[in-house]
Nanobody, 123 residues
């Protein structure tokens, strides 16, 4: 059974930073591919960033240069460093994982999901 638990969300002013964490209680194989998604009120869930076990990454255009995804393979913890936050980054952020389908930002390709952590950016 795979469990993903996000933490680190909160409220910040525009221009601020937050670091999200996702602790994975799972075999390393089950979380070979990991990603961050977000969903704002009234909008569809969108992919933010993804990483594979080799450290290769992919980002949504809207966060390139501001967000950095990383993973500690020793304990299967996923991170998202978010800098220069803007009000449009306000959303519930979700951690996702899959054993097979890496480096894609399509939510349909991820098998395991966390409950989410809220990020609110005020202007």
């Amino acid at each position: 059974q795979v469990q993903l638990v996000e933490s680190g969300g909160g409220s910040v002013q525009a221009g601020g930073s937050l670091r999200l964490s996702c602790a994975a209680s799972a075999s390393t194989y089950s979380v070979t591919c990991m990603a961050w998604f977000r969903q704002a009120p009234g909008k569809e869930r969108e992919g933010v960033a993804t990483i594979d076990s080799g450290g290769n990454t992919r980002y949504a255009d809207s966060v390139k240069g501001r967000f950095t995804i990383s993973k500690d393979n020793a304990d299967n913890t996923l991170y998202l460093q978010m800098n220069s936050l803007q009000p449009e980054d306000t959303a519930m952020y979700y951690c996702a994982a899959d054993p097979w389908r890496c480096l894609n930002l399509n939510q349909n390709n991820y098998k395991y999901w966390g409950q989410g952590t809220q990020v609110t950016v005020s202007s």
